[in-house]
Structure formats: C-alpha cells, structure tokens
C-alpha cells in the first residue's frame, strides 16, 4: 500500500496530501464507492453537510477495516447552518451522521458575505476545536479580505483554505498570501470539475500518451508536484483507483511548464466566492 505524503498544518496536525472528494455522489453508492477508495488506498474523504451523503460517508468509514487514527475525513459547514450556535449544533449532527467522535477538518464551505455571519461562526469552529470535535479547523472559498477579517476578530488563523485550483484556474494571484500566512490551499474541482474539458485538453492528453498514463493521473501529478492538497472525485470505483495510482512517475519541468501555460482568466467553473450565499 503506498503512503500518501503529508502535509503539516498551522496547528501541527498532518493532512494526507490526496483525497478523494464525495461532491454529487448519491447517498445510497457512498459506502460502496468510498468503500473501493479506502481499498485503493485513501485515507483521506472530502464531504459536506450540502452534499446530503454523510450518513453514505460513515457507513462506508465504519465498514472499512482502518482504525481511526489512520482516517483523515473532513466535513463542511452548510451555509444556512451559519451563526454561533448553529454552527455547534449542526457539526454535532454532522459527527452523528458520521458516525464520528471528532472530524480532523472542518470548514466553512463559503463566507457568505451578505449574511454577515462568517465571525461569529469562525468562534464556534474555534470552540469547537478546544472541546475536541474537530483537530483542524479552516474555510473554503474565503478570499483574502474575509480571511483577514477572521484573523483580525479572532486571532486564529485558519488551518487550510479549500478552493477551486486546478490547470485552467491556477489562482496564482492568491498563493503568496496563503503562503506568508501559513495557511495551506487545498484544491477542489481539480480535474476542471463535472464536464470537464481540461480532459480532454490537448496538451494534457498529449502528455498522458507520452507517459502512459492518463489525463487525470497527469493532472493530479500536476498538482502533488507543486505541494499542493488535491481531492479528486469520481462516482466510479475503477477511476478512483485509476485517479490515485500517481506515485510511480513524475512530470518533468519542461511538461509541468507545459500545464502552467493553461491558466485561463476565465477557467473558473464555480460562483465567485462573493456571489454563492446560499447555495450548500
Ligand atoms: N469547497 C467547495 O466549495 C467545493 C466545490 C467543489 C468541489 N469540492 C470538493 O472537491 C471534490 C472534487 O471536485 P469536483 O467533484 O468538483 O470535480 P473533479 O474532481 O475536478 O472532477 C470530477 C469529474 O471528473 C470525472 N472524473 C474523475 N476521475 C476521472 C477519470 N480518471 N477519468 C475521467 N473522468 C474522471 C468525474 O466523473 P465520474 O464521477 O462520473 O467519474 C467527475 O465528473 C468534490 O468532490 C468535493 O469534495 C469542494
């Protein structure tokens, strides 16, 4: 079995390097596909409380034979669950779908700005983390002005930061910041998301044939090769398994300059991160 690289978090805690994300995949074929991703080899499950499969999650985490301290499973935070004390009570019903004690990461799923609630539900997060429900605590889809906000008001900077990041959406403009505040990015969508056309993109395909391999494994190298957490999804176990057979070979400079030349201003698939209140 390989062991996937790891990644130190801000606050100590470890975070396997790929995941594999549970986004659109139904409830009913969570254990079973989930179930082939832990046999592949993941011990890493990307989920959220807006993709209505915890219940699916932890049916597959409690058949699978793995002991606890080698699961690293996140979960998120809905949008309309924002507030202090609704953040509290929807991580414990989260934990219970789960059939979990502790999560190792929970996040924010997005600021939400036009509620205004991001702050207080930060401190909730923070609670959360000291009564020992969650080891890492962090958001997703937060720029820079809402993550300097929660800093500023809580002083506890956020373990990870999840957003779209993958060859046609580079966010090149955001790495340093995360950078300088120790925050790791973890990439969602980073095949290009559902319909994907970076699959089909030429030069990553022609890449694929040199190596033999295929355009998703290329892609997710393109990613680990620049430190970078990465969870790709799929609702078929055959491709998880494909998706995370990605130790053996490595891109070359040359072809990982190739990918950086894909970045598009208009690759994004998702809302800006101002824009979604209330979708998830
Ligand atoms: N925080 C957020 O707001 C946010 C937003 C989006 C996603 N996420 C997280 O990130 C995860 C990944 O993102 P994503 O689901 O949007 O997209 P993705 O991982 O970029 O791509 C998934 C798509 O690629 C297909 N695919 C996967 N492996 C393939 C392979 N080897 N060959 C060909 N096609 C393949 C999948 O189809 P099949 O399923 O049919 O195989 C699916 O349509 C999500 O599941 C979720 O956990 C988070």
Request: proline letters at 5%.
């Amino acid at each position: 079995m390989t062991d996937v690289p790891s990644i130190t978090l801000n606050d100590g805690n470890s975070i396997p390097q790929l995941g594999f994300g549970v986004w659109r995949l139904e409830e009913e074929d969570a254990p079973e596909v989930i179930g082939a991703a832990i046999s592949a080899g993941y011990r890493h499950i990307d989920t959220a409380q807006g993709y209505d499969n915890e219940a699916g999650v932890g049916e597959a985490i409690a058949e699978a034979d793995i002991a606890r301290d080698q699961l690293f499973i996140t979960s998120k935070l809905r949008n309309g669950h924002q507030g202090f004390e609704k953040a509290q009570q929807s991580l414990n019903e989260s934990l219970e779908r789960l059939q979990l004690d502790y999560l190792n990461l929970f996040l924010i799923h997005w600021p939400a700005p036009q509620h205004d609630r991001y702050v207080e539900t930060w401190k909730a997060l923070i609670e959360a983390q000291k009564a020992g429900k969650v080891r890492s605590i962090g958001v997703s889809n937060f720029l820079p002005e809402h993550i300097d906000r929660i800093i500023a008001e809580t002083g506890v900077t956020p373990a990870v930061n999840q957003v779209e990041l993958h060859p046609a959406y580079q966010q090149r403009d955001i790495r340093d910041y995360h950078r300088e505040k120790g925050i790791k990015l973890e990439c969602y969508s980073p095949l290009g998301g559902k319909e994907s056309k970076l699959l089909d993109d030429e030069t990553i395909t022609e890449i694929a044939d040199r190596y033999d391999r295929s355009p998703a494994q290329i892609i997710t190298r393109w990613h680990l090769q620049q430190g970078l957490i990465v969870i790709p999804k799929s609702s078929k176990p055959e491709r998880a398994r494909e998706n995370f057979r990605v130790w053996d070979f490595e891109l070359t400079d040359e072809d990982m300059a190739k990918i950086d030349g894909l970045d598009r201003p208009d690759g994004k698939t998702l809302p800006e991160p101002n824009e979604n209140n209330d979708l998830f």
